[in-house]
Each structure stands twice: as C-alpha cells, then as structure tokens.
C-alpha cells in the first residue's frame, strides 16, 4: 500500500526504513529475546544501544569531543526552565525572540532569571530577524538565548550569530528542535543546543541536548537533580530512566541519515542539499501563485516548516479535504497563525513535495 505524504509539524513523518526496521525488531531485538521496550536500561542489550546512537549523533551533527550529548526527557518546554536552572545563575539572560517558541522560553525563564528582550521581529508579525547589529545585547548576560527555527513562523536563522564579533562574550544557547540535522552547524558559535525529538530526529519523549563542558556544574540549588546537566553527564544520561524507545528510535534514524548521499555528499550535508532543493521547489510556486502567499522575508524562509495561506481563505477547507483525498496529510496552520502548513523535514521526500505542488495547481486551476 502506498503510504500518503505527511507534513506534520511534529510528531512528524519518521523514515520508512527506520519504521520498517524497528517493527522487524519489535519483538525480539538482536536476538535478546525481548523487545526494546522490555529491556533494562542498564542492561548490555540497552546499553549498545544507547552508546551507538550516542557516537552516532556526533559522528553526524560533528560535535566537537568538548561538547557532551544528553539524551533527557521533558521536550523543547522543559528546556525553556532547564536551561536558566542550569546556566543563569540568577541573572540576566538575553533574548532574541523571532516567533512562538523563542517568546515561550522568553516567558518561562522569568520563573529563575532576569530576562533582556534584546531583540525581537514582533513588529513585523514575525516574518523577519532583527539584524543582528541591532541587537541590544547586555554587558552581563549569563547567555543569548533564540530559537534557531520557528516551527509556526517559518521563520529560520540561515546563519547563527557570531556574539564574539558583535561584543558578548555570553555563550549562545540553541532551540534547533525543528532544524536538527537538517544543515551543518557551526559549534564554534554555540554554548548548548536543545530540541525535541519529534520533528526531525523520532517519536515524541526524547529531548536532545548538547552542552560545551565549560557550562556543567552552573545549576541553581533549586534545579532538580534528574535536570542537573552535570548530573544528568556524569552519569551518561543513565541518572534516571532515560526514554529508552526514543533513545532506540532515534539511534535508528541517525544510522539511516548517515546512510544517505547525494552526489559527493554524506549524511547532513546531503540532507541540507535535499532539504535546500525542496524548500527552493515549493516557495518557487508560492511566489508565482496567485491563490497562495507565504508571508516570510525571503532571507530568512524555513527550509523545514513553510506556512502559506490562501488569498481566499473561504476555500481553506475545501483545500484540506482535496489534500487529503490525494494523501497529502496535516497541511493545516498552527491555530495561532491560521492557514496551511507544509513541514519538509528530512524524512519528507522530494516527490512529496512534488505531489503537494501538483496538487496545489490543480486547486488553483479549478478555483480560478
């Protein structure tokens, strides 16, 4: 049976392979006799597991050996109090907030730091990024904090900020829970970085965080022992029960991302190309419809997460039941912003992308 295209933002569409390769092994993993749900986490079974995706992980993202790989729980909310209990120290803390989720970790810091709005696109409705010159950044700052990818907005940093050329000696803190693996990363700009799991990496219930080893050892009195990133480090992520199936499940699709090549390249920089020639395909007919507009500054459209909206919304639900009858799964907008919604991650192939744009000019051919 051929399976439909699914744009959803998260959870969201897992490889076929990793899919087909779990559910082989579902009941009896590498000939242990259990399935991985059923395993101990402190068993050799578990434990191969979780070091291989572990060395995996940095083998494809190029983490630097200073930077240690957490596997936790909790999801991009969680981190929003876990990261202040662990770096602030009760001070200021810089933000720079471009959409919904970098405006909810602005908010849930103020529970454990002072809070600095150094910048903010909310003048322009979030379709932009306040140059970075721009930026009102404070002399003190315990870190900058933004959201490398705003799953609602669409909103994407093409390149992160260098804080050392614009006078911050502060360590830059990531949310890249929806742009993981989907372009290389320069960890010369960057403190830690954090995202969920469940947009480009696996199933929901695993939180990745990456932490340069300077920042460990920082946390408030307050900050629970199982959210020590020192903690949660010294004991290989293993403190206390780890999302196991999650750990299993990405493991997977980092084997399966370090498979793929397009052309010359490997692993995330293929992705990047793959993901670059999607993005560039769709925002092509956007721009040259004239039903459908997307509202980004073109300098920093998300190549993963691509919001568009009909001229005459009074056709969106027309719209939504076509695609679904075409297989073409979970195209509406976040129900803050309205509209539609197509998320390109890297489990999303170019002929879904294909079959979306196909679809989209037959409905505007019928809608004339």
């Known amino acids: 049976m051929k399976r439909p295209f699914n744009f959803s933002a998260g959870p969201a569409a897992i490889p076929e ?13 590498g000939g242990s006799g259990m399935g991985v749900m059923e395993m101990s986490h402190r068993g ?14 940095r083998t494809l993202l190029a983490v630097p050996a200073h930077f240690h790989i957490l596997f936790m729980q909790g999801g991009g909310l969680a981190e929003n109090a876990i990261v202040p209990l ?15 989720w970098s405006q909810k970790s602005f908010k849930e810091a103020g529970k454990y730091a002072r809070q600095h709005l150094a910048a903010s696109g909310e003048a322009s409705g979030f379709t932009s990024v306040p140059d970075a010159a721009s930026w009102q950044l404070s002399q003190n700052a315990a870190y900058v904090h933004l959201c490398s990818n705003e799953t609602i907005h669409g909103v994407e940093f093409q390149q992160l900020p260098d804080l050392q050329a614009l006078g911050c000696d502060a360590p830059l803190v990531i949310d890249f829970s929806s742009n993981v693996a989907s372009r290389p990363l320069d960890w010369s700009r960057v403190g830690l970085a954090f995202g969920g799991a469940q947009k480009n990496i696996g199933p929901a219930g695993l939180t990745i965080v990456i932490v340069r080893d300077d920042l460990l050892g920082q946390a408030l009195d307050i900050c629970p022992s199982a959210f020590n990133y020192k903690t949660v480090a010294d004991n290989q992520s293993m403190f206390n029960t780890p999302p196991t199936w999650g750990i299993y499940m990405a493991g997977l699709t980092f084997q399966w991302l370090l498979r793929q090549t397009e052309g010359d390249l490997h692993g995330v920089a293929a992705m990047e190309a793959r993901n670059r020639a ?33 001229r005459d919304e009074s056709r969106n639900d027309a719209f939504l039941a076509g ?3 075409a297989g073409l799964l979970q195209l509406k907008g976040h129900k803050s912003v309205g509209g539609m919604r197509a998320s390109l991650y890297n489990a999303m192939p170019l002929a879904g992308v294909q079959a979306l744009v196909a679809y989209m000019q037959e409905f505007e051919r019928t809608s004339a």
């Open 323 to 325: 695609a679904k009858a």
């Open 278 to 310: 999607k993005a560039e395909l769709f925002y092509q007919y956007l721009d040259n419809s004239q039903l459908y507009l997307n509202k980004v500054d073109a300098a920093y459209r998300s190549r993963m997460n691509i919001p568009f909206f009909l």
């Open 86 to 100: 662990n770096l602030s120290k009760g001070g200021t803390v810089d933000f720079v907030v471009t959409g919904s």
């Open 17 to 29: 392979e990793v899919l087909q390769q779990a559910a082989d092994e579902m009941l009896n993993w």
């Open 44 to 57: 050799k079974e578990f434990i191969s597991i979780y070091e291989r995706a572990e060395a995996d992980l």
